[in-house]
């Protein structure tokens, strides 16, 4: 019997553990199991809504979610820079979409509730890291130097109830930081980022973006006047490093232990595209076609590197130099530049 330990059970360790052949012995360790989370969203493009399909939950996800069709980019005075139509984003608070992937969980699948400090005394034939960022498979198995980097700023997110801007779906840059604003289920979601620093407090955190804002862009400061502690959170923003490979094996008692990576273990990215839910569900649905379909399970691991080693690095690239476009100093180059782009419909 094959024998796979899962660390983590967010998105992608959950997506990964339901799909996975029910003759085998299926762990799956995570920690914060019954913590209550604020519920900002994830967003999924179309691969990600048909990695759900091959889940059997799209129908669900759809009856559930806000669908964002169109929106702009604007500068901090609120001032449009880009109008977007004809694109779909599909929207869903983060423990909906979490409860979803449980409900479809087999009862085979053995839940640990606890922290995986090392992978050490997991004896497996796979030992997979869907643990995020700062993820203990990743750093045990590839070693401390593939450990995160610190992006350089710090991300303030929440969700109010209540929709002081009228559904609208827009991000508002300036040179220091955005603010991102998007609809949700009876009210909005809604991000800032800030130079990285410290704050005291989630309460800190808020009075720091009130100041921030006023005087600048109306909306923003609409939606920070609804803004409380406990619909807030406040975090760095890390991103990973190139792992040049998803897949190690290591020798142990005469027969080969594999690893693997998937989600923010393999590719935490720059909130800026808003792609790290949606990649991480394409790497689980992958990763589990594979081991299904392949007897070997080197061989299927290797498949999966192929599929998902480039697509999702391109991703994390591309969401770190949107961040540095949207933060850059030389704002009134880059706002004449997005100024002359052509709606997109």
């Known amino acids: 019997m094959t024998t796979v330990h899962i660390v983590g059970a967010g998105i992608a ?12 012995d299926v762990h799956l360790h995570e920690a914060a199991w019954q913590e209550p989370t604020v519920p900002t969203l994830f967003a999924l493009q179309a691969g990600g809504r048909r ?9 669900e996800f759809r009856r559930r979610c806000v669908t964002v069709t169109g929106g702009m980019l604007a500068d901090g005075q609120g001032r ?11 929207l869903l608070p983060r423990p909906e979409l979490r ?15 606890h922290s995986v ?67 949700r289920p009876g009210g909005v979601n809604w991000f800032s980022t800030v130079p990285a620093q410290r704050f005291d407090s989630r309460a800190h955190a808020l009075r720091h973006l009130r100041e921030r804002w006023e005087g600048h862009a109306e909306d923003p400061q609409r939606v920070l006047a609804h803004a409380t502690e406990a619909q807030t959170l406040v975090n760095d923003v890390w991103v990973s490093r190139w792992p040049r490979r998803l897949v190690r094996s290591v020798p142990l008692r005469g027969a080969e232990r594999h690893a693997v990576l998937l989600g923010d273990a393999a590719h935490a990215m720059a909130p800026n595209l808003g ?27 290797r498949r999966y590197e192929t599929a998902r080693m480039l697509s999702p690095q391109v991703m994390r690239v591309g969401s770190t130099l949107m961040h540095r476009l949207s933060a850059t100093r030389r704002d009134r180059l880059r706002n004449a530049l997005l100024s002359a782009v052509p709606a997109r419909g």
Do not use: C, K, Y
């Open 80 to 90: 449009p820079l880009v109008r977007m139509s004809g694109v779909e984003i599909t």
């Open 275 to 301: 792609r790290g839910a949606n990649e991480a569900l394409i790497d689980a649905v992958a990763l589990a076609r594979f081991l299904r379909e392949d007897g070997s399970l080197p061989r299927a691991l």
């Open 13 to 24: 360790g959950l997506a990964l553990a339901s799909q996975l052949p029910a003759r085998w």
């Open 117 to 183: 400090h090392s992978v050490t005394g997991l004896h497996a034939d796979l030992v997979v890291g869907a643990d995020g960022v700062h993820s203990t498979v990743r750093r045990d198995f590839w070693g401390p130097a593939s450990a995160a980097r610190r992006l350089g700023a710090t991300v303030i997110r929440g969700v109010i109830d209540a929709d002081p801007v009228e559904g609208r779906f827009q991000e508002v840059w300036r040179p220091d930081g955005i603010f991102g604003i998007t609809p």
């Open 99 to 113: 409860d979803l992937l449980r409900s479809v969980l087999p009862h085979s699948v053995q839940v640990h509730r």
């Open 51 to 59: 990695a759900l399909e091959r889940l059997g939950l799209l129908e």
